[in-house]
Structures are given as structure tokens and as C-alpha cells.
């Protein structure tokens, strides 16, 4: 399914716009903090909690579902490599692992 097709001059005015929306957003001004533009949508973020990265390298080894599991452990171990705590051993507490 294919969009109207704009004017040339609409187009030309939206790249002005996107661009010196860009600029601002580069260029921090010294007057104001720097906050998120409400025009330019977030990209969402993966959570940050080391037991939902553990969870999803689990549940995605369980399912089978390799490409899943490669994401999960790439994002624990970012998270890992940063700094982050350790997820919580999910395993039940055993009087060998004490």
C-alpha cells in the first residue's frame, strides 16, 4: 500500500524541518537542560533488570528458539560488562551450592 504522493514543495519544506530539528537536538542550548523532544519519538529501551535478562535467556533456551536466546545473552552480558549486578540464581537453593 503506497502513500499520496506529496508536492515537491511539501517535501522540500518537511526535509528543512526534519533537518533543523536534527540541528537543535545536536546542539544543546546553554539557557535550558537538555530534555527529550516531544516531536522525535523514543526508542524504546529493553528492560534493565539483570533477573528479565536471566528470564528471557531461560524462557528462549527452553522454547528452542536460538535467535532469541543469542539477544538474551548478548544483553545480559552488555549489561554485565557494564557494570550491572548479577541476576539472582533462579535455581533452588541447594546445601551442596551454600
Known sequence: ???PAQPAGDRDRDRTLYAALLAMRRQPSPTRPCLPDPAIPLIPRRPVDP???LSRLVDAAVAG???E???AAHDLAVWLQR???P???PRPTH???R
Open 51 to 53: 533477573d528479565a535478562y
Open 65 to 67: 528458539d536460538a535467535a
Open 83 to 85: 557494570g550491572g549486578t
Open 69 to 71: 536466546l543469542q539477544l
Open 87 to 89: 541476576p539472582r540464581d
Open 1 to 3: 500500500m503506497s502513500r
Open 95 to 97: 546445601p551442596e551450592r
